[in-house]
């Protein structure tokens, strides 16, 4: 980043930080309160005993946040990668890459149940209520347990008393188009009503060229919802919603190395990559008031999920390897039943059970070709379907007691039953091509990519909280927390055959310490939240990546799977602080530091300087201890503000709006180097009626068109058609980046 770069951020955020505090004094000001649901029960950001993020709908939509991955610019210490397969949403220094049916770091929920498949919601952004980022291990209230965190979507209810509608209608540089529109109807007045919302999405955002092809990629996303919502009486209300997704995405790899820098966007593949995503959830919520004030709540979905996923593996314009996956999980089912106690003086308390059943089949189709001497080819036809099924139970039981007026004592139990089946047999034939192009006659030979014993998995586990929490004043609230996380073992699902005990690893424990406060600063005109952690994994889940090893052709190929390691660690420090700094300017900001390291991982699986065996499925092996055991960057900020000024008789106002991220190094596990720390601001000028009715908005995204390489993955090597053998592509694959600068214009109308 240059000088003159770093000068004009600076200045900027500058601007946008300094307000006239003066104004306040004339006009006192008190921040709105925050409420959420992070406990499964109603209550304020600055009640709430744990580190959460939240974010409106109106924030989202704002902030030209069109996909998931937009996120984590609202806030700091958080990563969201992906485009519908290889999807990650990472907090505290770590995540899951979710390329197999693995048990995610950080768990999602969409109107309260859990989503299986989160692949699936990265591009449906759009007509939301409410975005809550809760960190740290969840091990009582959510479906599935998490070591990391979870992240819940509320979608916009039915207006039950008035007709209301809305539309969005973005349009940006690189052939970009988004609308949202949304319609909510009250079928019977006060008692019941639907509403139905819309996405359409097409954009080049990525501006990538795939330079042997000659094209660009291009990504589209068609998305629908209906929700119906009943509220019959003050006891009883019932809300459906049902969803519906499809995108269709270019995935041509973007790479760096001979002679291509990763900032010039290009692809060199020798055929198109694609993607499809097909998802659908319908999930229910039932919620019935007892005249006790106990509230019974049964929360039922049915979600089927299927993405496609065809592309050069290799990346590079050699014909090497192709492969096609397709992850289909269709009648997956899961349900929550759960009875609580409502505003008790001395204990409040919520107890129930979760159970989910699921079954899913992963077709893979691989084509990979080795020269075995000059003019004489071999390919290798792949076929591993993977089949895995699920059955999950869990009890759990939330309790809060109120030790005093100002203290009050949580503890949280849950136990967690599951059981998992998985087998994937690889067949692999063998034809030599002749000249012509034909093929000669096979040779079979299969390969069972789970051992046996792998097989079929029993875990349970024992995970909860105990949490303490003290106001000090009416304007401070301290808490102390110990939090137990946990995830299933799991199976490896691979493309190609590779060693088979890389094809299942063990379940995953955590333990975690949390000192926090909230404090109302400034007479209530501002929030401060912050927070330090200490956790400490056992039998941790680690992402080995561009693991050589020998396959069954004689050549080395790469594979990147989840391994186990004895023991990590990951600590660090969350705050984030927001002011009405006057009548006219708001500010916020946020500041992350996490620190994830292996503590004990002799013998884990890598690539490394010395020689591979001779026999097939050979390995090396790394003493990791003291590596970084994600790749996440070890620092984090966002400053975000808003000014505001009224436009004489016209019932308007005009806004100038600011966005501002920094990120230290991320680490490449691929590369084992650091890669890109970045600086980037977005800035939004706009117009707006009072009352909200309608905006016109002109943004640049990433102003200063800065560039960063943010996740990279080696890639194996290609035939060497003249010479025979195998060479290496000389490549490296760019999985992720900062997008380019984008400059967009957003118009909106509310009826």
Not at 159 to 186: C, K, M, W, Y
Not at 228 to 256: A, M, Q, T
Request: aromatic letters at 10%.
């Amino acid at each position: 980043m240059s000088c003159s770069t770093q000068k004009n951020i600076a200045a900027t955020i500058l601007i946008l930080a300094c307000g006239a505090p003066a104004a306040a004094r004339d006009n006192p000001l008190v921040l709105e309160e925050v409420i959420v649901t992070a406990q499964k029960r109603v209550e304020t950001l600055a009640d709430t005993p744990m580190t959460l993020n939240v974010l409106s709908g109106a924030q989202i939509a704002d902030s030209a946040s069109f996909g998931l991955t937009d996120l984590d610019k609202l806030t700091s210490g958080l990563a969201i990668e992906g485009s519908g397969f290889d999807a990650d949403i990472a907090t505290r220094g770590l995540g899951t890459d979710l390329n197999a049916p693995i048990s995610p770091r950080v768990t999602t929920y969409v109107d309260g149940a859990y989503i299986d498949q989160q692949r699936g919601l990265f591009s449906g952004l759009y007509d939301l209520q409410q975005v809550e980022l809760l960190r740290g291990p969840q091990g009582t209230l959510y479906g599935r347990t998490s070591p990391a965190g979870a992240l819940t979507v509320r979608t916009r209810d039915p207006n039950v008393r008035e007709v209301e509608a809305s539309i969005r209608q973005s349009f940006t540089e690189h052939d970009g188009s988004n609308t949202q529109l949304g319609l909510s109807v009250p079928l019977v007045e006060n008692e019941l009503a639907l509403r139905v919302a819309g996405l359409y999405d097409s954009n080049e955002d990525s501006d990538v060229e795939n330079l042997t092809l000659d094209r660009q990629n291009e990504n589209e996303t068609t998305a629908w919802r209906a929700t119906l919502l009943w509220e019959p009486n003050d006891r009883l209300n019932l809300r459906v919603s049902y969803h519906d997704i499809e995108d269709k995405f270019d995935i041509d790899p973007v790479v760096k190395g001979n002679g291509i820098e990763f900032d010039d966007r290009v692809a060199v593949a020798d055929f198109s990559s694609k993607l499809k995503n097909e998802s659908d959830y319908t999930i229910a919520e039932l919620n019935y008031n007892f005249s006790n004030d106990w509230v019974a709540t049964l929360v039922a979905s049915s979600q089927d999920n299927t993405i496609t996923r065809y592309w050069d593996d290799d990346a590079s314009p050699v014909q090497g390897s192709e492969q096609t996956v397709i992850s289909k999980v269709t009648g997956l089912e899961n349900y929550e039943l759960r009875l609580a106690s409502q505003g008790n003086d001395v204990w409040d308390w919520t107890a129930g059970v979760f159970y989910q059943d699921s079954d899913s089949t992963t077709p893979v189709f691989a084509d990979t070709y080795r020269a075995l001497a000059p003019g004489l080819t071999l390919l290798v036809e792949t076929t591993g379907p993977a089949l895995i099924s699920g059955e999950v139970w869990a009890l759990f039981s939330h309790n809060t007691i109120h030790l005093s007026e100002n203290g009050s004592l949580t503890v949280g139990l849950r136990y967690n039953d599951e059981q998992t089946s998985a087998q994937q047999t690889f067949t692999n034939n063998f034809y030599i091509v002749n000249e012509d192009g034909s093929l000669g006659p096979p040779t079979t030979a299969e390969f069972e990519g789970i051992l046996p014993g792998d097989q079929d998995l029993s875990d349970d586990a024992f995970t909860g909280t105990l949490k303490y929490q003290y106001r000090l004043r009416d304007d401070f609230m301290a808490y102390a927390s110990y939090d137990r996380g946990w995830r299933r073992g799991a199976a490896n699902v691979s493309g190609l055959p590779q060693p088979p005990v890389f094809g299942a690893f063990d379940a995953e424990d955590s333990d975690n310490i949390e000192l926090g406060f909230k404090w109302d600063i400034l007479a209530g005109r501002g929030l401060f939240n912050a927070a330090v952690y200490y956790q400490v994994y056992s039998d941790f889940q680690y992402q080995a990546e561009s693991v050589e090893f020998r396959n069954p052709e004689g050549d080395v190929s790469l594979a990147s799977p989840v391994v186990n390691v004895d023991e990590a660690e990951s600590y660090g420090v969350d705050m984030d602080v927001t002011v009405l700094l006057s009548q006219h300017w708001r500010l916020g900001a946020a500041l992350s530091y996490n620190q994830a390291e292996l503590t004990d991982a002799q013998d884990t699986a890598c690539s490394s300087d010395q020689p591979l065996g001779d026999a097939v499925f050979d390995y090396n092996t790394c003493d990791l201890n003291g590596e970084r055991a994600g790749q996440l960057p070890e620092w984090s900020g966002n400053i975000n503000s808003e000014y505001t000024r009224p436009l004489g008789h016209l019932d308007s106002e005009w806004y100038l709006r600011g966005l501002f991220n920094a990120e230290s190094e991320y680490y490449s596990t691929s590369e084992g180097e650091d890669l890109d720390s970045y600086l980037a601001l977005d800035l939004f000028l706009g117009l707006r009626e009072a009352a909200g009715r309608w905006d016109a908005s002109v943004w640049v995204k990433n102003v200063f068109d800065e560039s960063a390489q943010l996740k990279t993955e080696r890639r194996g090597s290609v035939p060497d058609y003249v010479n025979g053998g195998s060479m290496e592509s000389g490549l490296v694959w760019v999985r992720r980046q900062l997008n380019p600068r984008t400059l967009g214009v957003t118009l909106a109308y509310n009826f």
